[in-house]
């Protein structure tokens, strides 16, 4: 299941899944993805293949598990990058617009611009008025005696090339982009992923020893347990709020 | 308090502090650092200074908080060091040695170790057989198809070179140390300590917004809280029990 | 001179420099930047201000010098983020569309294409044909068994977000772009650039000890030396001919 | 020819090769390593096995070409520890003291020392006085207003934790030591270890195609040749001597 199929989403697609595990005397499927591969692993579970799903997603954005496997390497290579934009701002006034992934969830976006110290995060969950929230603030910035400014923005919200545009007319501050795209997928795994990928694989092993079958393994209160599949399914996508009252907090 | 100082455990160090406290008109104290820093700032409370207490301290050792800052970022350290040495692998049998800080604490090793997939992990708080627990596990992975072998241990358990030294003699294996020392306190930091940091910063800030002083900000259970830093140094530091089991499920 | 200025171009912005230099008693100007600083400092030299000129621009599009300082780090950052785009490469076809550096000039474009492997390489000193020189290169790989094409562009030819919409309607593949933007200005240097740094800032002293002034310091042949400054601006830029002819002996 | 043979140096295991290029009936072999390989390759085309051998080893010893493939990859990676190192250094006195590969050769120390701005570098080509060349040196720069010193030395000299010892009973500066060992030979290939190898493959199929064999690919005065692999062989091991002039000029 290492590719996205819209095979697997047809009847026959299923029924050949079904009859691989049959013929190779699979028992049971343990599946590591994001929301399509954990459906996937519940079509499968419907035709009495037992299945075991491992959150991993950089989108992190699964709302049964407070952890995704995936997310904190994405996060240190966005953030590695957007040091490397701070490092070539001391001589030169200038504006940084970063676009991080993030198509519907905002939590690349928010979690890397707080942490990267951003001066403007915009989010697709969020609107935003681009005279009050992007020009005032980096008018008060500039007047506070800021030099530099950091803009991460998901790619939902849009293109990089075309904010900094936007920016440089209105404000006159030089602005240029930078979009991440795909290299955020990239790069060794960071301790956390590993740490955690280890942790959920023991957690695995434990809940098919239990005789405990189709479940999301999930990391919650900085822990690890499995929450039965269909229900993990059924919860609405994670919502960014208590992320967003921390970065209000903070970059305020 | 950015250097450990010997004159600060004195009675004339602390005076001088409180002195200057008074002089600079400084209301309250937010020390950050590990142990040492923690029970200089508690001394400080006792002479009406009032004081909260962020831990950071790359050994991960203080029993109050699951998290202490800076522990992420030496664990990444730790780890690409590894990475690189298992790249070296593919054409020679070889055993490599990786000294890993922690005098008094395995906590780095342990997870290092487990995070790289070491063939072997020696912590200070457990004691080992070198015949049994090092020479035979080697021999038994070479006997199963290994080519290349990860020893990860403490500075506390002793020097990299006499044990790469002693491996080489005992099995003939080409063995090679390296020993990691103080550059695992240096690099940027990660994603994770600059969340944990800002999550950590924002409760401070509630804390003495809420007029509760002389508290130590923890991370318990993946969330921010304060406690008694009375009571927080109190107790024991925080034992390895856990992970150890965690360890001898992964790596057995 | 750390930052760029228009006003230096002025008579009375030049005149304002010379009288600093008289009044701090500067002897003796070592400038260290692009063409722009380069030119700049010739024009303090003809009001009798002697000068050095140590290059260093990420284009290293100085015809004088076959080495700029920051060309390396820039490469290195660069080569970097594009082998994170590799690393995703292996389940999913894909063309990563990559954008560096280079508004008139293609060395940087060339070079990490070369260093990376990339498929396609638009540089803005070469025309090319859309349908020839980029679909008709990338069908063939397919038809050879690639599943993952990188195509490295300049940003002198356009937006890689537009060029990677462009090639998915074209070909089919899933195409998807990264800019690099200014990223490639920072970090940390590599050590060619600390080390030709150390022999140019060698070579400048002793250019000053031994009373020649209003030289450019260059790298050639693999070492340092000094040209006239003058001569050295008359040269036209550098161009990518050579390095154009071996860049095709190894991507054909 | 990918791992060191013993046995390759008998005259069995010679005609062993000898054999298997028959039975393959390989042309000619393009032996890519070190002063071995190249002797090995050298063996070989005594036996009317034509060879072309490409210079690689991180010790960048082999007389006959300025630059051996690996050798920038092994210093950035070793700059970049030290660079870590230098990031603890704001708070404490402290010196660091790194041993970096080299048993008979100080070109990796001297680079890296150089580069990194080391205060005291160490190589087995040259002797030194403990006294004289290491404690008088850390004492002048402690009075000179410095708090943290860099001792960069080839395992050839010894022990970096002997040495981190003895400085610090002589001294009483606190004292640590990093031994960086096999770390150096991991990592992704720096951008210009990719670039030179590029030229030197096409050089390699250059001769080849002109019919030159048991040649060694060189380069020299920043540009690619090669010369014939008995003379290559004959001369002796690459000297210090220049670079230790450069070092002395730019660290006194």
Redesign the interface.
Same mark, same amino acid.
């Given at each position: 299941m290492?590719?996205?199929s819209e095979t697997f989403k047809t009847e026959e697609g299923l029924q050949k899944a079904v009859d691989i595990c049959e013929i190779f005397n699979i028992d049971i499927v343990v599946a590591i993805g994001g929301d399509g591969t954990a459906r996937g692993a519940k079509s499968l579970s419907e035709k009495n293949i037992p299945v075991i799903v491992i959150p991993a997603t950089i989108d992190n954005d699964i709302a049964a598990t407070?952890y995704a496997l995936g997310y904190?390497t994405a996060?240190? #290579?966005a %953030?590695?990058?957007?040091?490397?934009?701070?490092?070539?701002a001391?001589?030169?006034e200038?504006c940084?617009v970063v676009e991080v992934m993030g198509r519907h969830s905002g939590y690349i976006a928010l979690?890397?611009g707080?942490?990267?110290g951003a001066e403007v995060i915009l989010v697709p969950e969020e609107e935003f008025d681009f005279d009050d929230d992007i020009v005032l603030t980096l008018i008060k910035d500039r007047n506070a005696g800021k030099r530099h400014y950091i803009v991460v923005m998901a790619e939902g919200v849009g293109?990089?090339?075309d904010m900094a545009k936007k920016i440089e007319e209105r404000t006159g501050i030089e602005s240029?982009? #930078?979009? %991440?795209?795909?290299?955020?997928?990239?790069?060794?795994p960071?301790?956390?992923d590993?740490?955690i990928s280890?942790?959920m694989?023991?957690r695995a092993v434990q809940t098919i020893n239990e005789g405990r079958y189709n479940r999301m393994i999930v990391h919650?209160?900085?822990?690890c347990g499995d929450v039965d599949l269909a229900e993990a399914l059924a919860s609405a996508k994670r919502p960014l709020d208590e992320s967003l009252e921390?970065a209000n907090?903070?970059t305020i």
């Open positions: 290492t590719a996205r407070e904190d996060l240190n #290579t %953030l590695q990058a957007i040091d490397k934009l701070r490092d070539t001391s001589s030169h200038r940084s979690s890397v707080v942490a990267s293109l990089a090339s240029r982009s #930078t979009q %991440l795209g795909y290299l955020q997928r990239g790069g060794a960071s301790f956390r590993r740490w280890s942790l694989g023991v919650r209160d900085g822990d921390m907090l903070i």
